[in-house]
């Protein structure tokens, strides 16, 4: 009986060693452990025609093959149950080149791309964003500019009016008025703000009736002019990246005195960003301040030739013609 | 202004060599008088400089090398005579040589100086000056005759405006300064008859203006090729009198550009005796004392400057001996009063006029902008921060730009568009003398651009279309002033999925609901809801009837989202279905600031949920949200959510019926649901939406 045992454990042990799958696995299973017919538990009921003596002898070797038989089944189907998940995997294999199939996401407008970027790095240098209007009263586009009447200077400005004492702004610089005068603000302060600008001009690759600046301007005891240029470089810092230099050179705005024109070195080339300097002190007098007490600086850049250099753009006009094919490359 | 190298070097060194000239430019731009480029002309290389308005004194040869000498510490050639001591005033008529002077206007005209040169043969230009003035004019340059062509050319080289005058066509030599009076006329040198108004300046004879004074000479008394004697003009005018006068007339020359920038009133004798001097050498003839009448004598004026503050402006420590020196080079004289500065201001710069000029001077001359240092102010204001319409842009377009929309910027200024509504056409801002259609108004609605764009890109074989812009409009104010709304428009077509190819193109189109999607999604975004839709027609014409909506949040609304007309997408060449949403940023902006923090949060349940689908057929002409209304309240608190899985529409179901398979999911907060109760809500539903919305529940 007990050779009998053996002869059947090693025999269900190869079965469950050659079985190809789990399928077949199955099947040795259940021919050797089948409640009802396997054949090793089939012995258990040769087991009344022992002596008695012998029965839990036999038992218990009977119940240790059946152990061993069923570990070897469990170990058995583990290995054949990954190597046939392997196999439905590798049936399974897409092609992960074939394009996404969500929604794509719009673009940007460069414009845009770039207003953000200035409005981020002047907010992290202390500037308060406000909004001015398109269409500004004469007062503020100029006379508070200290433009004074009939100057060579407006003939740089030539602006459309949609009546006699309003145009639209040839400058954000006309929110200076806004604020130091109609809103009377205080100092200390840095306002900033982001618009567009109208001038007849004749528009061709470099040039645009409509454009768009960054005016920012502050007010404090013992602003300069090396000031400004600290705060500018940190500005250009934040939008070309750590090697850019500031070039100050002399120009003329009326509402500011000194007045500097400003360049960065950016990309192997100066480009001019626009007009800076020192409030002139008409207008720090007209929004009742103490010009022995206060100074104040401020600037306004072009925004529209960030994006052109960062871009390699050749072409204002393509800003706001909208050619899906240009707004896509963004 | 173009200036010949050769011209430049009679007063100033300029290296010949080609990295000495760039140089010599970088030396000028880098003090203010931006070198443009350098031209070659048959004058050879020539500097094409732009002159900022506050500085006349730079539209001259001479102006420009006293520049460069002052910025580069060159040495400077003296032009002869000048400046000269600031002469006396005289009485305001002097007479001699068979010519008189008389001033009538000493505001505007302080000094009228006249040179008889008698003898003179008129005679081509020489080559010499022809070559010089040609590359300094360029096209505006046509060789006139030597007399006339030498004052231009000392115009050029001094900066001095003259004119010279035929002697012999002024009866009895008279020269009257006086304005002009009215109905009084003149034909210009360009043939030009021209009205005269009072308070325009005039040169006259003794009864009729014979010039426009520092603008243009008439053409009766003009130097022709019979003149013999001549009577040479230089002058000092007041420059917004000539600016005036200029803009009255639509009248710019050389000459008024100068005076209406301020020339040198110190100028007029040695520029009147150098032009006078290369007459002669080129015409022949002899030369009288000039006529000199000087209605008001020029006097300097001075400015004080405190070192220290001068410091401080620039924040820089400028050596007190260098920023005297460079004041020097300037022409500045400079008395030491104690530790100040006192600036005697040469008379070509009548720019200097506060302490703050003189700062100026002293940073870009004395110190060089290149070593002023970089400081940074201490932050003494709260901190940073966007402006409410910055944050409202930057949500915008970060939300529909992540729902796949293309974000556009475009024209403000545009012809008056076909699309506005009557409304609209009335608020229109029109420009005032535009010169072209596409500059005539400002935009009344952001659609009309979107749909130019839509229109292109179609026609450019674009077929899935998707845009927005964020930006103002414009329109008049009731009551007066103008209003600048913010709107929010956008524009769809094609397919909603445009990249999903295992979809057909038309399974997912970018239609009705799915731009109301858009809109909702970017609502959300701001924080603003919720969102109820309702037919309307207030876009009637524009937009299908059938398929236009408002869009209301919190019982104010807020915009439309719509189909467009055929009309409008035939009249167009649109593609056939094309959705439009337009928003009112300002309410959108007000309602977003408004939200804050307000989700409060529900804590999460412990019992599970049922869920149960009911799909009656109702007439298509209930609307949905009347439906899910009625059902909501029907169903009582055990009601978690309702959501619509399937709208069908079959000719089974018979003409204007649908089913609409409504999924209702039950829970509670007190325990594990019983089917009883479920089956008791969904029967007040059952019966509710026969009773309300005449549902027919035998198919559902």
Request: glycine fraction near 8%; hydrophobic fraction near 40%.
């Amino acid at each position: 009986m007990t050779e009998e045992l053996k002869a059947m454990e090693a025999e269900a042990l190869r079965a469950v060693a050659d079985a190809p799958s789990t399928k077949s696995l199955e099947e040795v299973e259940t021919a050797y452990l089948g409640r009802k017919a396997g054949r090793l538990t089939s012995l258990m009921r040769g087991l009344g025609a022992m002596p008695p003596e012998q029965r839990p002898q036999f038992g218990q070797a009977l119940n240790e093959a059946k152990s061993r038989v069923e570990s070897a089944l469990a170990e058995r189907r583990e290995a054949l149950k990954a190597a046939e998940r392997a196999e439905r995997e590798r049936a399974e294999a897409i092609d992960v080149t074939l394009p996404a199939r969500g929604r794509p996401r719009g673009r940007m407008h460069p414009l845009s791309e770039t207003m953000a970027e200035v409005r981020r790095v002047m907010i992290g240098l202390g500037f308060e964003f406000v909004d001015g209007p398109d269409i500004e009263d004469y007062h503020y586009n100029f006379d508070w500019l200290n433009y004074p009447p009939d100057h060579p200077a407006m003939d740089e400005q030539m602006s459309f009016y949609v009546d006699p004492t309003h145009l639209l702004r040839t400058q954000t610089t006309a929110l200076q008025g806004r604020i130091m005068g109609a809103e009377g603000r205080k100092p200390p302060f840095r306002i900033a703000t982001v618009g567009r600008c109208y001038r007849y001009e004749a528009v061709d690759a470099t040039h645009s009736h409509t454009f768009h600046q960054v005016d920012g301007f502050s007010v404090d005891e013992g602003i300069s002019l090396a000031d400004l240029k600290g705060v500018l470089a940190a500005f250009a810092r934040g939008m070309f990246g750590p090697d850019v230099k500031v070039r100050f050179r002399p120009d003329f705005f009326p509402f500011v005195e000194p007045g500097v024109e400003v360049a960065v070195w950016w990309g192997g080339r100066w480009l001019e960003l626009g007009g800076a300097g020192l409030i002139h002190p008409n207008i720090l007098k007209r929004a009742g301040l103490d010009t022995e007490r206060y100074t104040g600086f401020a600037f306004g850049l072009g925004i529209d030739r960030m994006p052109m250099v960062r871009h390699g753009i050749d072409d204002l006009r393509l800003f706001l013609e909208n050619d899906l094919r240009f707004l896509q490359q963004f | 202004m173009k200036i010949p190298v050769a011209w430049l070097r009679e007063y100033v060194p300029v290296p010949e060599d080609e990295a000495g000239l760039q140089a010599f430019c970088d030396l000028l731009t880098m003090a203010g008088l931006e070198v443009e480029e350098v031209l070659d002309t048959p004058a050879g290389p020539t500097l094409y400089t732009k002159i900022t308005p506050n500085r006349g004194d730079w539209a001259s040869v001479y102006g420009t090398a006293r520049e460069a000498s002052a910025a580069g510490k060159l040495a400077l050639a003296p032009y002869p005579g000048y400046p000269e001591r600031s002469p006396d005033a005289t009485a305001l008529s002097l007479a001699g040589e068979g010519a008189s002077v008389t001033i009538e206007d000493p505001e505007n005209c302080p000094r009228y100086s006249a040179t008889v040169i008698r003898g003179v043969t008129i005679g081509p230009t020489p080559s010499w000056i022809a070559e010089r003035l040609s590359a300094a004019l360029g096209d505006k340059y046509k060789p006139i005759n030597n007399v006339v062509d030498i004052t231009n050319y000392v115009m050029l080289e001094a900066g001095q405006p003259l004119h010279a005058f035929d002697l012999d066509t002024l009866p009895e030599g008279a020269i009257v300064v006086r304005s002009a009076r009215e109905g009084e006329m003149l034909v210009t040198l360009d043939g030009v008859e021209r009205k005269l108004t009072p308070g325009m300046l005039c040169i006259c004879d003794q009864d009729k203006p014979i010039a426009v004074a520092g603008i243009m000479g008439g053409g009766p008394t003009e130097i022709t090729s019979g003149t013999v004697n001549v009577l040479l003009e230089s002058a000092h005018f007041d420059a917004l009198s000539i600016r005036r006068t200029s803009k009255q007339l639509g009248l710019a020359t050389e000459a008024s550009y100068r005076f209406e920038r301020y020339v040198d009133p110190l100028l007029v004798g040695a520029a009147a005796a150098r032009a006078a001097a290369l007459i002669v050498e080129c015409a022949g003839g002899t030369v009288s004392a000039p006529i000199d009448v000087v209605a008001k004598r020029f006097s300097p004026r001075h400015v004080l400057a405190r070192v220290d503050r001068v410091r401080k402006l620039l924040g820089a420590d400028v050596d007190r001996d260098e920023a005297i020196a460079g004041l020097e080079r300037l022409g500045v004289r400079v008395d030491r009063i104690a530790t100040n500065l006192d600036c005697i201001i040469p008379s070509w710069r009548p720019d200097l006029t506060i302490e703050d000029d003189i700062a100026e001077e002293i940073g870009r001359v004395a110190l060089g902008y290149e070593n002023l240092p970089e400081t940074l102010p201490p932050l003494r204001s709260e901190g940073g921060k966007d402006s409410p319409r910055g944050r409202f842009l930057a949500t915008v377009r970060e939300t529909l730009v992540r729902a796949g929309l293309q974000d556009i910027h475009s024209h403000s200024l545009t012809a008056p568009s076909p699309l506005a509504t009557e409304e609209e056409a009335a608020q229109r801002v029109y420009i005032r003398s535009a010169l072209s259609p596409e500059l005539s108004s400002l935009r009344t609605s952001l659609l009309p651009n979107l749909l130019t764009v839509t229109r292109n890109a179609f026609a450019g074989g674009i077929r899935d279309i998707a845009l927005f812009e964020v930006g103002t409009v414009y329109r008049k104010a009731e009551g007066g002033g103008y209003a600048e709304p913010l709107r929010v428009t956008g524009v769809v077509t094609g397919s909603a999925m445009p990249q999903a190819w295992s979809l057909k193109p038309d399974v997912y189109p970018a239609d009705f609901y799915f731009t109301r999607g858009v809109v909702e999604d970017l609502l959300f975004a701001l924080g603003v809801g919720p969102v109820t839709l309702a037919p309307s027609e207030a876009t009637a014409g524009l937009t299908h009837p059938g398929r236009t909506a408002t869009v209301t949040v919190a019982g104010e609304t807020v915009g439309t989202i719509a189909e467009l007309s055929e009309a409008v997408t035939e009249a167009n060449d649109l593609p056939r279905r094309v959705y439009v949403f337009d928003l009112d940023g300002d309410r959108l902006m007000a309602l977003s600031a408004g939200a804050g923090h307000a989700v409060r949060y529900t804590p999460l349940p412990k019992y599970p949920a049922v869920t149960r689908d009911l799909a009656p057929v109702f007439p298509a002409s209930v609307p949905y949200a009347q439906i899910e209304a009625v059902a909501q309240k029907a169903a009582g608190p055990l009601l978690e959510s309702l959501r619509l899985t399937d709208v069908y529409e079959g000719a089974n179901l018979g003409a204007g019926r649908r089913s609409l398979t409504l999924r209702f999911t039950f829970r509670s907060r007190e325990g594990t649901l019983k089917d009883a109760d479920v089956e008791a809500a969904l029967n007040q539903v059952r019966a509710a939406l026969v009773e309300q919305t005449q549902a027919d529940l035998r198919t559902g």
